[in-house]
């Protein structure tokens, strides 16, 4: 029987966890290129991830501590970022910062298994391995409830999250490039994994960018013709 990893927060703050969470970030497609990251990285984002972090209950309020006790992991961050008493909910934020200066910008987005999607992840919630010794963790999406959680396999479907596209930045998306794009359907619209086919330079007006993209999307091999305005790179092309 396959025996689950306990989802309390102090072992997800664990440094052979981190360690192996960076590793894997490492390996995966979306990180080739790029600097290594760091264990103390993952740690650290993690520490930022939960306001209230057990390694550290000394910096913590009382009254902060009763909030966001383990019964009230699965409250989202964006929750709790509404809420009046942000600055002493996050009392490590600063802190963790300045310790490390790329924290600020490790973000994460997850693929979906239902639909193929990217979205952006809010929180992690617990981790384990898969039958294959695989670490997976099980995250919210950003502005989804709980009934929407999902196990994700950290070095298939976790990666830093796309940047959306300035105009100035249109130069840089040529033939064969990877981006987010974000298709419109008749229901709903989602961020899908395409490459760009074809691009044609326009001239470029008060608007900014108005040059056409044919991206291919890699789901189901749909092509569309699109704006700038659709598309988000991959943190490894800047
Ligand atoms: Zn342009």
Known sequence: MEKLAADRKDQVFDNKFCQKLAEEFNRSVGRAGSKALQATQVQGWFLNKFPASATKPTCVPTASQEKTSASEINVSVSEKRSAASEEKLFPLDTETKDMIPELEDLEFEAKSTKDFA?????????????????????????????????????????????????????????????????????????????????????????????????????????????????????????
Request: one cysteine or more; glycine letters at 4%.
């Open 118 to 238: 990217w979205y952006d992840i809010a929180l992690f919630l617990a981790h384990r391995r898969n039958r294959a010794g695989e670490v997976e963790v099980r995250v919210r999406f950003e502005g989804f409830g709980a009934d929407e959680d999902e196990w994700v396999n950290v070095k298939k479907f976790i990666r830093q999250r796309s940047i959306p596209l300035e105009s100035s930045q249109c130069k840089s998306v040529v033939e064969g490039d990877l981006v987010l794009c974000f298709r419109e359907g008749n229901e709903e619209a989602l961020h899908f994994d395409a490459h760009v086919l074809e691009v044609q330079r326009k001239q470029h007006d008060i608007r900014g960018c108005r040059c056409v993209f044919l991206v291919e999307y890699d789901h189901d091999q749909s092509q569309e013709r699109v704006s700038l305005r659709r598309l988000s790179r991959r943190p490894k092309y800047f």
